[in-house]
């Protein structure tokens, strides 16, 4: 069993930068690829970024890419997603998720096996 908390949400300029934690429980986290997904109000679910076991490998959509960054410290339990030049379109609920296994490169959700209960980003114009 893993759980999943995040933080560092909260209320942004646009062109301003935030960066999201997600701690997890378990001493099996290493073992775990992260992803990162957001949910604004009316749309569905979008993968966002995402890693690999050890860091090794990194996964992004195309919309945040250059902008926003996804890192993990295996010996804190922990995976930040690091937002640059944020725009109002992000503004949207980010959930992190784990994932023991993937075959997509950790991008759909049904491949996640835990969720965090999500953190708010509102981005303003």
């Known amino acids: 069993q893993v759980q999943l908390v995040e933080s560092g949400g909260g209320l942004v300029q646009a062109g301003g930068s935030l960066r999201l934690s997600c701690a997890a429980s378990?001493?099996?986290?290493?073992?775990?690829?992260m992803g990162w997904f957001r949910q604004a109000p009316g749309k569905e679910r979008e993968f966002v970024a995402a890693?690999?076991?050890?860091?090794?490998?990194?996964y992004y959509a195309d919309s945040v890419k250059g902008r926003f960054t996804i890192s993990r410290d295996n010996a804190k339990n922990t995976v930040y997603l690091q937002m640059n030049s944020l725009k109002p379109e992000d503004t949207a609920v980010y959930y992190c998720a784990a994932s023991q296994f993937s075959t997509t490169g950790w991008r759909m959700g049904y491949e996640y096996d835990y969720w965090g209960q999500g953190t708010q980003v509102t981005v303003s114009s």
């Open positions: 378990g001493r099996t986290f290493s073992s775990y690829g």
């Open positions: 890693i690999s076991w050890s860091g090794g490998r990194t």
